[in-house]
DNA sequence: TATGAATGAGACTTCATTCAT
DNA sequence: AATGAATGAAGTCTCATTCAT
């Protein structure tokens, strides 16, 4: 008779977008952005095709989103590492890394790979400077307080050295001695 | 009529694929792997398409045939770099880095994209994993000599520092402080 | 929660009708009967895709509701054309006719394009036709009384002048002598 | 052994553009430009999909193609009405335009239906507003030398006429008095 | 009466690859 | 060794229409 409530319609729809986003996510971070197809997202969320256009004007922009919502669950995260000891708080980073390099590392493929596109999809790259600010503010501070000289380079030093391990861990996987690193880095930036 | 003499036609493909492979790299460096076709490739290389599927089976043997032309290169520009002092031989590869960032990123970007390839094409996780360790070997004999505690340890840093500070200057460009960057790790590794 | 009375049922009707019909109308002038979606029209219009179909069984019967409606509009104005003096009613038709070529081109269009499809739209062919004969049987009336020799034959003239000057209006736009066109029609037709 | 030589490449080229353009032309003839999809096309034409796209660029540059070749075609024809006579040669003209109704009524649709689209794809406004100019210029001349008052108007009457009359035809089919008007219009404008 | 989420067929297009010559 | 015409699977996206509420 009467058409749903608007709050029906908003828990179907952010339903639908959930599996869509969720589906989308898990066979990217498997696969890669192009070769996942919006046919293949769709089976994988158990919606037509149609559907996901409903949603999201284009690959493009289910990109975007699927962006967003990582940058968000990883902000709630990020809450959670936070100590009174800047040391430890630093260590807390470190420790979180060197576990999603252990046990999320596909996910990190698939940050790479955005990343990569920064110059292709301009929304991208400007999402990624702003982040990339943050944390090195974020970092900088930590520093800071740790008595470092050079807080500012020293804190790009971590972000690369970040970046950089997470980089050689997707290339040579197993072979990459990840523990040994763990406890290097963290002897050397958190113990003293 | 008289058919061509091996000599000939050994001097016949080499031309060819070395065309082809030049035409590949620039083309791919430009607009990456996935994005670049065989028809562009052909193209710029100024043959048929025909002829590419002569020396390269598949367009994935002909990424990894480029792979190894680049290595290739690659080590060829590393001989330039040694010196008898270690602190200078370091010092050179730091400032070829960042020189190549400075002048060649979109080529940093291209190996960057076939690096997180390397799950999906076998042949690439093969190359890059002994690579890998033939950098780290050359970064750890340099360190030891430097006097490093740990200079397998150091290695990997430096290793992983240059995969990263690469990949942050892909990502936000122009913002990234390389020259400042530059001298920071230069200080640091070289200077005492 | 009483039902709503018949009365109240039939002027909701007919305004949801009157909603879609004329931001199908402004929407089809604008880009065609192919292009408008139906998604379009229903946003135009303010209402749900739903409620259109409630109405018009299909995008077919809603240009059948359309033509219709746009008939019966033309003939209020044609009311206001008819004089006592047969030359100057042609001439007032005449007058009609440029000005709308000039002011209201694209509806224009709209109607060449519905027309084109009489073989496609069954029900097109049929309104058409029977509009046709009555503008054939007004004419000749007309130029009977002017004393035309042959007041059928130069009827289907006019007639399909007016079609083939609006389609040439279409097709060069700016560059149909629409000015000098109508001063020479009503010499000849009017005047004398 | 040797690849094909460019002649023999040529014709064989030519031969599926052809085949392409007269499957183009026959489905677009019957069902319309818009309706009638590329995959229709290239099975009728006994192709590929893809031989498609490796002769037209896209839909819009087939239709380009296609009414280049039906203009070309439509050329040949208008050098055999030409008569010493001037008044045997709009005759012709006419005489051949009212077969060409009575034969060809689809091709005059699907041209119709093209003229429409002048607005939506520039080619086609370029092209018949060149055209259309030849054809004033045509008649024009044609009526000067047959000592009418006002060659120009006039020819631009009979261009409205003919457009119209196809119009009509297009619309009513049978019911149109075809024969009536050839003879009318051949009398009043050929028979002095 | 009214909504809008959901569907699925079908549109245009790209591209690695094959093969007759 | 070399050509380029031809293929067909797969991709992104649109849209009229249905249906539970």
Redesign the interface.
């Known amino acids: 008779m009467s058409?749903r409530s608007q709050i029906q319609n908003e828990k179907i729809r952010s339903e639908s977008t959930g599996k869509i986003l969720e589906a989308a996510f898990r066979l990217m971070v498997k696969d890669?952005y192009?070769?996942t197809s919006i046919s293949q997202i769709a089976k994988e969320a158990g919606v037509s095709k149609g559907l996901m256009y409903n949603y999201f004007r284009s690959k493009e922009e289910l990109l975007n989103a699927l962006i967003k919502k990582t940058i968000r669950d990883g902000e709630k995260i990020m809450g959670n590492i936070y100590s009174e000891n800047p040391a430890v708080t630093l260590e807390n980073v470190f420790r979180w890394f060197f576990n999603e390099l252990r046990n999320n590392l596909s996910e990190w493929?698939f940050v790479?790979?955005i990343?990569?596109k920064?110059?292709k999809y301009p929304f991208v790259?400007e999402i990624?400077?702003i982040k990339?600010s943050e944390y090195m503010k974020f970092f900088s501070d930590l520093l800071t307080k740790l008595g470092f000289k050079?807080p500012e380079?020293e804190a790009?030093?971590i972000?690369?050295?970040?970046?950089?391990?997470g980089?050689?861990c997707?290339?040579?996987?197993e072979?990459y001695?990840i523990d040994?690193?763990e406890k290097?880095?963290i002897d050397k930036y958190c113990k003293n």
Chains 1, 2, 3, 4 share one sequence.
């Open positions: 058409p890669g192009e070769s493929r790479s790979e990343m990569l920064a110059d790259k990624i400077t990339m050079n380079s790009y030093i972000g690369g050295l970040m970046d950089g391990i980089f050689a997707l290339v040579v996987g072979e001695p040994e690193m290097y880095i």
